[in-house]
Every structure is written in C-alpha cells, then in structure tokens.
C-alpha cells in the first residue's frame, strides 16, 4: 500500500500554477492502472511513430544504434518498460518503489535496488542503486513543451540520495543510464565511470558521499 513520505509544492510549466505533488513507497494497483492507462498510450503511439521513421531510413542506416537514436529523439528510450511487472517482483527482490502523485496522476515513478556495491573510489562500499527512474510522457520536454512539470527526475534522484542516507550509506547511489539522460548526470554531479559492457552497454554513474552532499547542498532539489 503506497505511504505518503513527504510533499512538495510544485509549479506546472503547463498550468501556471502550483499543485502539491506527494512523495509515495509503494504503488497501489489504482497507480500501476493509471500508469498502464494513462502513461503507455501516448508512449505506444510515438513507438509505432518511430518504427515509421526508422524504415524511412536507408537500408544502410537501419542499425539498432539508429533505432535508439529515434526513441531517443521522440522522448520514449524506455518504451519497453512494464511497470506493472516491475511492481510485481519488487518485494522479493529486495527493491522498492517511489511515486511522484499529483492527488490521483501518476507523476514519476522509481524502483531501487539495494544489496550492490561501488565502483567507484573506494570500491566497494554499499549503494542504492537506482534500477529504473521514469516521468510520465506529459513531463518530457521531447513530448510535451511545456511540460506539466519539470525536475521531477531530479526529485526522485534526491530521494534516492535521502533514502541512501537514512540506511547510513551517506547518499551513495549509483545507476545505469539511458543515452539522453547521460548529460543530466553529469550536469548534477554524478561520476562517470564508463560504458558498462556486462549491462547493455550502457553507461554507469554514481554519487560519492561528497557529490551527494553537493548535489542536495547546491539546491538541485
């Protein structure tokens, strides 16, 4: 049963006007429904978009490098996500799940992974890894300009900082990131640490105890 953790009042770039936005652990099934209903239509349409584009392509473009471009480019990179499945298996998999509510709209939504290490320096201590983080399609600028609202990821990133901290990990985090979100961590002071190549080959990024400080100190939040 999702528990209110904390609220925000948040300015809508869409509306010109504040709404409150509660923090929640734990999705209920009205949520997950909303997310299935609400989120995935607009997400199906822009997928069959790119699929178009991507045979518009010449056969000598027709790579799974351009097909991520695409996604990429229509805002939609985790397109394959089923939050509904991810839901399901989080309990007995020693993950949990975060929402952003905007009284009943699913705002954001993200699933932590705790039991990993760093890689950072000095390797090896305790993190929360942040396993998958997303916004619904209406607050991706590639989707919607303006958006309804914005720093949404940046809140769920400093809750993933606060819940590190209350576990005693000092705000280490640490996630594998989506190509087009690859410059905002950078922007909010996570260590680049590579392309992973046993993960998809995407790239990984974390927070250390000191960019976690800065990185809540500076007002990211």
Known sequence: MASILESFV?????????????LVEGLDEDHIKYIDDQWMPPIKRLYNKAILHYFTQPLALQTDATFVEILGKLGIPDQHWNWRRKCGVA????????????????????????????????????IVYVDYIAVAPWNRRAIQDPERFRKLGT????????????????????????????????????????????????RYFEFDANSASTFVKTGAL
């Open 10 to 22: 948040i300015e809508s770039q869409e509306y010109g006007k504040s709404f409150r936005i509660d």
């Open 91 to 126: 309990p007995g998999a020693n993950r949990k799940v975060y929402g952003l509510l905007n009284a009943d709209h699913v705002e954001a939504a993200m699933m932590l992974l705790f039991g990993k290490s760093t890689r950072g320096t000095p390797a090896g201590l305790p």
């Open 155 to 202: 809140v769920m990133l400093g809750t993933a900082v606060a819940v590190s901290r209350t576990l005693g990990l000092d705000g280490r985090c640490g996630l594998h990131s989506l190509q087009t979100s690859e410059g905002f961590y950078r922007r909010i002071g996570m260590k680049d640490l590579d392309i992973d190549p046993t993960y998809h080959n995407l």
